[in-house]
């Protein structure tokens, strides 16, 4: 009888960016199938989202996929539940409002290449900075330019072999700064799927000796980029309207009020301030504004939306890159529902 290795994957309670967590499950003769899944515990007084004497969670198996890495291996993203099968309230998935996957979410998620022995990312000297400024790596190619491919070229290897729907990766600005993009129909689905992503980057990642930096500004007040994690969606208005006027309604909603701004930044991820400084590709944190290819607006029409007649998506640029994909999710389906459009 066959064994198979169950890696149930959650987010934990650390604030103020979760961690990934994971433990093994062995199922006899499983079928592969997320149904066949059980609800699992474990103990959420050592993960932040449980006092001792109560310390029971529950995982709630919501996507699985093969493990290309292990023999007989599944990865299995799940949702946290108090005991009495609530959501928790670490759980961002469950409140996402898109039963019917009318959004569909494309994440680009950037990230920097850590050496941990130097404290720094990989390419850079042990002592102060690269000799050239941040340019010649964006896209780049050669041992002078492009740092840690094998780590990259793996990475996307693994993704598309667990059936991860990876749409293309890059070296960005920085040295040792990458980036993969990941998109879905349906924002949990979008959301599973980068999470799981991340994980498998922080495994491999392990192999080589090699930490992930998913904060947004690594290399503090520096003129090197910080890592953000654009949020391209779009829904069935946005995909059909062909109107200038929808458009500009749903990005009206984005900067109404500064509470609903807030709103946003507060799930945008943490040290967000640090990034949104209005320089590297960014709008200041305490502006909102959008604009036609505009990367230095919060959010910007792409300019393949105008040349489709009005029928495409907006990408919001202010998530950074740790932020929680199921909560940037949800606070952007809520807004976007606010303006109370319909499609053509």
Not at 157 to 170: R, T, Y
Not at 175 to 190: H, P, R, V
Not at 275 to 291: C, N, P, V, Y
Request: charge should be negative; hydrophobic fraction near 35%; charged fraction near 25%.
């Amino acid at each position: 009888m066959a064994k198979a290795k169950l890696e149930y994957i959650w987010l934990d309670g650390y604030k103020p960016t979760q961690s990934l967590r994971s433990k093994t499950k062995i199922e006899d003769d499983f079928s592969g199938n997320l149904e066949d899944c059980s609800v699992w515990s474990f103990d959420g007084s050592s993960t932040e989202q449980a006092e001792g004497g109560k310390s029971d969670c529950l995982l709630k198996p919501v996507f699985i996929c093969p493990d290309p890495q292990r023999k007989n291996g599944y990865l299995v993203m799940c949702e946290v539940l108090n005991s009495d099968g609530t959501p928790h309230v670490t759980n961002g998935r469950a409140t996402i409002e898109d039963d019917d996957n009318d959004f569909w979410f494309g994440f680009e998620q950037e990230y920097f290449l850590w050496d941990m022995k130097i404290d720094k990312p990989l390419g850079f000297p042990a002592e102060g900075f690269p000799t050239r400024p941040q340019g010649p790596y964006y896209c780049s190619v050669g041992a002078q330019n492009a740092y840690g491919r094998y780590i990259i070229e793996e990475h996307l290897d693994v993704c598309l072999d667990a059936g991860l729907n990876v749409e293309g990766i890059n070296a960005e600005v920085a040295t040792g700064q990458w980036e993969f993009q990941i998109f879905a129909k349906g924002a949990k689905a979008a959301g599973d799927q980068i999470w799981v992503a991340r994980y498998l980057l922080e495994r491999i990642g392990e192999k080589y000796g090699i930490s992930i930096n998913w904060h947004c500004k690594p290399l503090g007040d520096t003129d090197w980029n910080g890592s953000g994690m654009h949020a391209n969606f779009s829904n069935t208005a946005l995909r059909t309207s062909g109107s200038k006027d929808v458009y500009t309604e749903i990005c009206q909603a984005f900067g109404k009020t500064p509470e609903v701004i807030k709103a946003h930044i507060d799930v945008y991820g943490a040290d967000n301030e640090m990034r949104l400084t209005g320089k590297h590709e960014t709008q200041s944190i305490d502006q909102f504004s959008f604009g036609i290819s505009d990367r230095g607006a919060s959010i910007r029409i792409p300019i393949a939306t105008v040349e489709r007649g009005w029928k495409g998506w907006l990408e919001d640029r202010r998530p950074n890159s740790a932020a929680d994909p199921y909560k940037v999710a949800a606070i952007i389906i809520k807004t976007v529902k606010s303006a109370d459009v319909v499609a053509a």
